[in-house]
């Protein structure tokens, strides 16, 4: 991954970050709010392998615990786990279409909330978050929403490393 990839996904988890905490408790569907880090982090996965879709979720899910009053890195925890098996899953797919983040995150969004939930139980968090099929449902559909937004842009602005690019132009490369 480039330098510069790597700036820009660092910017698009804090700005993703700042929206989860300041706009999106205001677009509640069933009272979840869409984790938009989780898709960036899977999107990462899919695109550029599972460590760096790890990081990417560990570092966003990290944002997010500072920001709550849950217990400190179990959120950081669930979103790289989540984005380690979305770049592991990858192979088993035959497409790399859009279609492949959709069924990922899908999949994950739930996977990801169970291990959140599960984590802040085996903890002893005595508030946690409701569980139900239509919790579930709800986050899993609200998270693919995004997907159709940032999947073109992370996939549009992919820097080529500077070796590529150097080879790419050179007459003898051919």
């Not at 550029?48 to 790890?54: E, F, I, L, S, T």
């Not at 400190?72 to 786990?81: I, P, Y």
Request: proline share 5%.
């Amino acid at each position: 991954m480039s330098r510069r990839r790597q700036l820009f996904i660092g910017f698009l988890v804090v700005m993703a970050f700042v929206l989860e905490v300041a706009v999106f408790p205001e677009f509640t569907l069933f009272g979840i709010q869409p984790n938009m880090i989780l898709v960036i982090a899977v999107i990462v996965a899919v695109q550029d392998g599972p460590v760096q879709g790890a990081v990417v979720g560990f570092l966003g899910g990290l944002l997010v615990d500072v920001a709550s009053h849950q217990v400190m890195g179990v959120g950081a925890f669930s979103t790289a786990a989540a984005a380690l098996l979305a770049g592991l899953m990858k192979d088993f797919f035959m497409t790399y279409s859009i279609l492949l983040p959709v069924i990922l995150v899908f999949i994950l969004s739930m996977v990801e909330m169970s291990m959140h939930v599960g984590a802040l139980a085996v903890l002893g968090q005595e508030q946690l978050p409701p569980l139900s099929i239509k919790v579930f449902l709800a986050s899993a559909f609200y998270n693919v929403l995004l997907v159709f937004v940032l999947y073109p842009l992370l996939r549009r602005l992919r820097f080529p490393r500077k070796e590529d690019a150097l080879s790419i132009n050179r007459p003898d490369a051919w």
